[in-house]
T-cell receptor, first 114, second 116 residues
Framework: GAGVSQSPSNKVTEKGKDVELRCDPI?????LYWYRQSLGQGLEFLIY????????KSGLPSDRFSAERTGGSVSTLTIQRTQQEDSAVYLC????????????FGPGTRLTVL | AQKVTQAQTEISVVEKEDVTLDCVYE???????LFWYKQPPSGELVFLIR??????QNEISGRYSWNFQKSTSSFNFTITASQVVDSAVYFC?????????????FGTGTRLKVLA
C-alpha cells in the first residue's frame, strides 16, 4: 500500500510570505504527527492529530504556525509570515493508533526561506 | 525529564567491520517504547525496530541486532559486517504512554559512514 506522502517536496519562499505544507497519511491511520528537522534543533515534535482533533499542539514554535486535518485524513501545516529560522525539513508521520503503533514517516518538505 | 542521548555524532568504519550505535534514554514513565530509524541520504526516515518497556529481550534481524538494558537505560544497535549501503544517519527515539500522544522524542542522531 501507499506510504505517507507530502507535498511539495521542496519550497522556496521569501521572508514574510505564507506557506502551506500538505501531508497525506497512510489510509486508515488515525494518528498524525508533524515534526521539524533543522540543523540547530534536530528532530522536534510540532503537533499531533487524533482524527481531526489536535489535542497536543505543544511543539508549535509560535502563533505563526497552525495546522488542520480534515476528514480524518489530509493535514495541512501553515506557516504565516515566514522567517529565515523557519527553514527546515518538515516531516509528517502517521500511525494506525497512537498507543501501540509505529509511526511511519513521509519524505518531508524542505522549506527554504530567503 | 524525558531525553534521548546519542553521544556518537559520527562514526566511520571500513566495510565488514562491526559497529555499535549507542542510545541512552531518560524517562519517569514505566510504559514506554523505544525505536530506531535510519535516514539515508534520500532523507526519508525508515523504521527499523520498536521495543516496549516490558520486553527486554534482545532482537536480531539479519545483520542488525539490538540490546535493550533497562538497568542502564540503554538501547544499543549493532550492525554486523557493515556494508556501504548502511551509510546513513541513525536516530533513536522514545515515546511515553504518559504523554497520551506517544509523540517521539528523538536523539540527535549518529552519522555512520561505511567505507569500501
Amino acid at each position: 500500500g501507499a506510504g505517507v506522502s507530502q507535498s511539495p517536496s521542496n519550497k522556496v519562499t521569501e521572508k514574510g510570505k505564507d506557506v502551506e505544507l500538505r501531508c497525506d497519511p497512510i489510509s486508515g491511520h488515525t494518528a498524525l504527527y508533524w515534526y521539524r528537522q533543522s540543523l540547530g534543533q534536530g528532530l522536534e515534535f510540532l503537533i499531533y492529530f487524533q482524527g481531526n482533533s489536535a489535542p497536543d499542539k505543544s511543539g508549535l514554535p509560535s502563533d505563526r504556525f497552525s495546522a488542520e486535518r480534515t476528514g480524518g485524513s489530509v493535514s495541512t501545516l501553515t506557516i504565516q509570515r515566514t522567517q529565515q529560522e523557519d527553514s527546515a525539513v518538515y516531516l509528517c508521520a502517521s500511525s494506525l493508533t497512537p498507543s501501540t503503533d509505529t509511526q511511519y514517516f513521509g519524505p518531508g518538505t524542505r522549506l527554504t526561506v530567503l | 525529564a524525558q531525553k534521548v542521548t546519542q553521544a556518537q555524532t559520527e562514526i566511520s568504519v571500513v566495510e565488514k567491520e562491526d559497529v555499535t550505535l549507542d542510545c541512552v534514554y531518560e524517562t519517569r514513565d514505566t510504559t514506554y517504547y523505544l525505536f530506531w530509524y535510519k535516514q539515508p541520504p534520500s532523507g526519508e526516515l525508515v523504521f527499523l525496530i520498536r521495543r516496549n518497556s516490558f520486553d527486554e529481550q534482545n532482537e536480531i534481524s539479519g545483520r542488525y541486532s539490538w540490546n535493550f538494558q533497562k538497568s542502564t537505560s540503554s538501547f544499543n544497535f549493532t550492525i554486523t559486517a557493515s556494508q556501504v549501503v548502511d551509510s546513513a544517519v541513525y536516530f533513536c527515539a522514545l515515546s511515553e504512554a504518559a504523554s497520551g500522544t506517544y509523540k517521539y522524542i528523538f536523539g540527535t542522531g549518529t552519522r555512520l559512514k561505511v567505507l569500501a
